[in-house]
């Protein structure tokens, strides 16, 4: 099953009830209105220049462009947390 939770602040994914980003396998994050340092550290487990790197990324972001968590090198504890890929079709 696959459940896609889609917002306009990162910030809205984290309340008292439940937090949904810390149990998103796969979060897809597109370009932000205002980006949250602690969403990124939480979801991605960076700070310092790693988590300068992802705010650019994510500032730097066009249209159909997003960025997802790199599963491999988040397992291995190398090389980026992220990959930016293209969306073409939403259905």
Do not use: C
Not at 15 to 25: H, I, L, T, V
Not at 59 to 85: H, R, S, V
């Amino acid at each position: 099953m696959l459940i896609i939770l889609a917002t306009q602040n990162m910030a809205d994914f984290k309340n008292k009830g439940f937090d949904f980003y810390a149990n998103a396998q796969y979060p897809l994050i597109m370009k932000q209105q205002t980006i949250d340092d602690k969403v990124i550290k939480d979801l991605f487990g960076v700070s310092g220049q790693k988590l300068h790197d992802i705010r650019t990324a994510i500032a730097g972001l066009q249209k159909g462009e997003l960025i997802i968590k790199d599963q491999m090198a988040f397992a291995l504890g190398m090389g980026n947390k992220y990959k930016k890929t293209n969306v073409t079709h939403l259905i």
